[in-house]
């Protein structure tokens, strides 16, 4: 069956340096890959999506990169601001039209 | 950008009553709406597909009889909660697809239930 992993629950990095959140995903092959940033007792909010034969995509401080081989995706946040502070999702594509989430990796930023 | 509104934002109901959830998106038209259940510290769960004019498709597990969906609308589904147990408590959240071509999705901001 369809696995997604994100490898940290939890990673505290200090203001200014580079966040990396992983994503990894077996046992199918999607098409694109998406991020999203999910604040306390709100909805997801849409970030980033790169597909299948984008190696990276940038926005603004945000980068990602999709390795179909290693079957991963990372996700750097640069020059991190206590704002950054929220739960990251990856949602690699389903093929059946559905967004299935990983778990999660709540991202803290300490000042 | 696309907005999607969810009502009520928290509930708070009775063991053993219904409590209706209205998922809206405001300005586009959204022939599928996917409805999450997320429990705390949890990842969401997706529950089930709501698609217009037709039954909603649920993923295993999740009791149809329970969790009643109705898309009368292309701009509304909503899911009804049937005979709540605490159990049920969680938060709900409503997303549709942006139409852009890509699966993008906008979420509502969630519907808080707690059965007491």
């Known amino acids: 069956s369809q696995k997604i992993e994100q490898n940290s629950e939890a990673l505290n990095i200090q203001e200014g340096k580079t966040a990396t959140l992983t994503c990894n995903y077996t046992?199918?092959?999607?098409?694109?890959l998406q991020w999203y940033r999910q604040d306390p007792g709100r909805g997801p909010v849409f970030l980033l999506l790169?597909?299948?034969?984008?190696k990276e995509k940038r926005k603004e401080r945000l980068k990602v990169t999709f390795d179909t081989t290693l079957k991963q995706s990372l996700f750097h946040i640069t020059a991190s601001q206590p704002a950054d502070s929220a739960t990251y999702l990856c949602a690699p594509e389903n093929r059946d039209d559905k967004i299935i989430f990983g778990k999660g990796t709540r991202l803290h930023i300490l000042p | 950008g696309a907005v999607v509104s969810q009502h009520p934002s928290r509930v708070i109901c009775k063991s053993g009553t219904s409590v209706k959830i209205e998922c809206r998106s405001l300005?586009?038209?959204?022939?599928?709406m996917f409805w999450y259940r997320q429990f705390p510290k949890q990842s969401l769960m997706l529950m089930a597909t709501?698609?217009?004019?037709?039954?909603?498709?649920?993923e295993q597990g999740v009791e149809k009889d329970k969790f009643l969906i109705n898309h009368a609308s292309l701009t509304l589904s909503t899911l009804t909660v049937t005979s709540a147990h605490p159990e049920d408590s969680s938060f709900y959240i409503c997303s549709a697809p942006s139409g852009t071509g890509v699966d993008e999705q906008y979420f509502g901001p969630g519907t808080r239930l707690t059965v007491t």
């Open positions: 046992n199918y092959s999607p098409a694109y």
């Open positions: 709501s698609n217009e004019g037709s039954k909603a498709t649920y």
């Open positions: 790169i597909r299948e034969n984008e």
């Open positions: 300005d586009f038209q959204a022939t599928t």
